[in-house]
């Protein structure tokens, strides 16, 4: 009888030591359950579906809402709208973050995200985000900034493609073959303007000991562009050189752009100056929540932010370029781009290199306010 009580008060036991072990599980293997809404921008729609429709597929209780939103009302939509209409989850890059701070409560929920995938990103993405010693999102896209030149056209009047090392190499040259064809052909496309800003501010503040002299040197460079008529405004096949991201490899692979074209890093200040810069990527951030959904918005932001197989994808098909360093780690970043760099490193493999060595700048608020007041 007592060997049989024994028994009994063991499975009691048993049981109550398993009943205690369930009940401290963490919340965070629950099911993933609730409602959330997304808007996306013209450049992240594509992605954000499809990572919304394979999320909710793994997360049966979930339902996630993506909205596109057109890059000209974006910005606009989400200032005018009432705040408990504001998405979940919005995606900003860090001039905008810091513009809509003081209007609309970005709610900084991504400190645990960011502290634990820190390492999925290049340090200068993460400082992008940083608010008040505090993290406003988490990176989705990066925007390495590389330099494309018409090798035809430089060819055809003299020059090879490594006489440009400096801004003022370039200038030198575009002005000359700007007289050459009685300004026929100008250096840069208009299309290019506001990466040519913001690249030559990031450059100016690096360079520069003081913000005055950042200033000076941002104005003197623009100046030089915009009063010597060197912004092609009209065609499409009158500028021998671009400045951007990812958009340009999809302009060369459907074939939008004649030409023989070269891919490098950009023109520099000095020479012997840092050219890595990454600049301007979008951010993952929440703007509405509560204790239903925050935690499915979180889980949903680590998803996207980090799904290296629908990333990889949307990078080789030139449709974004991901702030995640592991989708760079692929044989697809090799793979060529239309009538460009024969016989050299892919763009794809330029513009990785840049995004995973880009420094921290020194001053993120000194960029925003030199490219806010230059003309």
């Not at 993933?32 to 793994?58: C, H, M, P």
């Amino acid at each position: 009888m007592k060997s049989k009580n024994k028994y009994i008060v063991g499975a009691i036991t048993i049981v109550f030591i398993i009943l205690i072990l369930y009940s401290l599980q963490p919340i965070s293997n629950e099911a993933i359950k609730g409602n959330i809404v997304v808007w996306a921008n013209d450049y992240t729609y594509d992605y954000l579906f499809k990572v919304a429709k394979e999320f909710e597929e793994n997360n049966k209780r979930t339902k996630i809402k993506v909205i596109n939103i057109s890059n000209d009302e974006y910005l606009n939509s989400i200032k005018n709208v009432e705040k408990e209409k504001l998405p979940n989850i919005a995606n900003l890059n860090f001039i905008d973050i810091q513009n809509l701070h003081e209007k609309v409560e970005i709610i900084s929920e991504t400190n645990e995200i960011i502290e634990t995938y820190r390492n999925n990103f290049n340090k200068n993405r993460v400082k992008q985000i940083e608010y008040n010693e505090k993290y406003m999102g988490v990176p989705l896209t990066s925007r390495p900034i590389a330099f494309f030149i018409r090798k035809d056209i430089l060819n055809e009047y003299g020059y090879k493609v490594e006489d440009i090392n400096t801004w003022e190499n370039l200038f030198k040259i575009g002005i000359d073959i700007f007289n050459k064809t009685n300004g026929d052909i100008r250096i840069f496309s208009s299309k290019d303007i506001d990466n040519i800003k913001l690249l030559m501010s990031a450059e100016a503040i690096q360079e520069s000991k003081s913000d005055i002299k950042a200033k000076l040197i941002v104005e003197s460079n623009i100046k030089n562009i915009f009063n010597t008529e060197l912004i092609s405004y009209y065609g499409d096949n009158n500028y021998m050189a671009r400045i951007g991201s990812i958009e340009i490899i999809n302009e060369l692979n459907n074939e939008l752009l004649g030409g023989k074209w070269i891919c490098k890093l950009p023109p520099s200040i000095n020479i012997g100056a840092n050219k890595f810069y990454d600049l301007d990527g979008e951010n993952l951030v929440v703007l509405n929540s509560d204790e239903s959904n925050i935690r499915l918005i979180k889980n949903f932001m680590i998803y996207a932010a980090t799904n290296v197989d629908l990333l990889q994808k949307q990078l080789v098909e030139s449709r974004m370029f991901p702030s995640s360093l592991y989708t760079y780690k692929d044989k697809s970043i090799e793979n060529a781009v239309k009538n460009t760099n024969e016989n050299k490193s892919s763009p794809f493999i330029i513009f990785s290199n840049i995004s995973e060595r880009a420094p921290v700048l020194k001053n993120y608020k000194l960029l925003k306010d030199i490219i806010e007041n230059s003309y």
